[in-house]
């Protein structure tokens, strides 16, 4: 029986380098963002100050991991969700849905909160930081991705 599949190993191994780009530069995005909390952030404005990485332990290892397998998992769907369209709506489209999913999946996490009890403005401004940088990591690594992909180092879907 023939394979009438559109994944042939070479869509494969360009899906692997475009998930290889977006997982790495989410990964160094991350610890980017990571120093930028510490150092500026949290020392500036007192509702911030659990932004601040106080150690590099599990956790924060932890957290990397989760940046770079997103990374991972939205370059492999960004290049496959644009292939070789230019159109700016859906580039930020699949920016937008990863880096949402990302940010809420953080906030109801993050949220623990007594039965009844509103949270205070301040409780939510470190959620709402968290929320810009989720979208801010996932929009590097589809500029990222569309550089390789106009210097040829990774294939659109459909053209490899």
């Known amino acids: 029986m023939k394979d009438s599949s559109n994944f042939s190993f070479a869509e494969r191994v360009e899906s692997l380098k475009a998930g290889s780009v977006a997982g ?15 150092l500026i952030l949290a020392q500036r404005w007192d509702a911030l100050a659990s932004l601040r990485v106080r150690a590099i332990d599990l956790n924060f290892g932890l957290r990397g991991l ?10 492999v769907t960004y290049r496959y969700a644009i292939r070789g369209d230019t159109n700016p709506q859906l580039k930020s489209g699949v920016v937008l849905a990863f880096g949402l999913v990302r940010a809420f999946g953080q906030l109801d996490a993050g949220f623990n909160f007594e ?9 939510l401004v470190p959620f709402a930081v968290v ?3 989720s979208v801010v990591l996932f929009a590097i690594a ?3 991705l569309d550089w ?3 210097r040829s180092w990774i294939q659109p879907f459909g053209r490899s």
């Open 131 to 133: 929320g810009v940088e």
């Open 148 to 150: 390789a992909i106009r």
């Open 142 to 144: 589809g500029l990222m």
């Open 24 to 38: 790495l530069s989410c990964l160094l995005a991350f610890g980017s963002i990571a120093l930028v909390n510490t």
């Open 115 to 123: 039965a009844g009890k509103m949270p205070v403005l301040q409780e």
């Open 66 to 75: 989760m940046a770079l397998l997103g990374g991972f998992l939205f370059g």
